[in-house]
């Protein structure tokens, strides 16, 4: 291996974006993909050591406890890995002239209004999850060393937990479902966030003095609610031909008040994404455009609905 190549550490490399992000990020140095085993961020006292050992020139930190309704009653284990962690990894990062990149959420955010949210917007977290990925945010800035930080929306792939997989599974097992339709934001995929991510760590290798570092809205183009999603997914994997028992029209949509959950989800989930255009010139896809190759991969595994002649649909 190049000891040239800068060292590229990806923590939770089995989560979704940590996933994507390790195909993208080989042509750009040495990966180092750390899992849970070999970089737990809820053991923060332990993670400047492994960063000795390690010693990146890039940390890009997808690792984060996700599971929204857990975290209003494990908050101490949310806030470690949400705040203190990242707070941890940025500061070892200053120390030793490292870039930082982290990615948030649109739940730092109160999710009330109608317009999209700008990355200067003021945070009103509604949520122990938001909260906890707030305070990441703080302790990565307060740091004081070169960071970006990438909020994005509604992540979906092909692998890890996600709504995309679960409707997929519900709809091979009920014919009716409910679904919420008074939350608006924008599905966005795992490839295109590790895509977007590649292309500004280039930049950042080919002039890390003049690189714009800060905040920025990450996610796809277009929007729509939660019903409008599962629909349309279903209706692509259909076009697949999927195996499901569920149609497309059969998702009815109710509001957030009949589905009532521990976390309050945010009603506006919009983000602005032009700061990360105009400073980056990057063309965001429609959130439509990120579903196919998702649904393809994961089709491989599933099972195809028979046509009449007894051939499996192609």
Known sequence: MDEALPRILITGKDGQVGH??????????QLIAADRRQLDLSQTGRLSQALDRIRPDIIVNPAAYTAVDKAESEPELAFQVNAEAPGELARWAASHDALMVHYSTDY???GQGNQPWREDDAPDPQSVYGRSKWQGERNVRAAGGRHLILRTSWVFG????????TMLRLAAERDSLNVVDDQIGAPTSALLIA??????????????????????????????SWHGYARYLLSRAQALGLDLKLAPDAIQGIPSCDYPTPARRPANSRLDCGKLKQ?????LPSWQAGIDPALAELARAMPRRHTEDGKGQP
């Open 20 to 29: 994507a992000l390790q195909a993208a990020l080989a042509p750009l140095g």
């Open 108 to 110: 730092v955010f109160s």
């Open 279 to 283: 400073t980056f010139d990057l063309e």
């Open 195 to 224: 895509d977007c991510t590649a292309r500004l760590l280039s930049r950042y290798l080919d002039a890390p003095d003049a690189f714009a570092c800060g905040t920025y809205h990450l996610a796809a183009q277009g929007e729509t």
């Open 158 to 165: 092909a692998h890890g937990a996600n709504f995309l997989k």
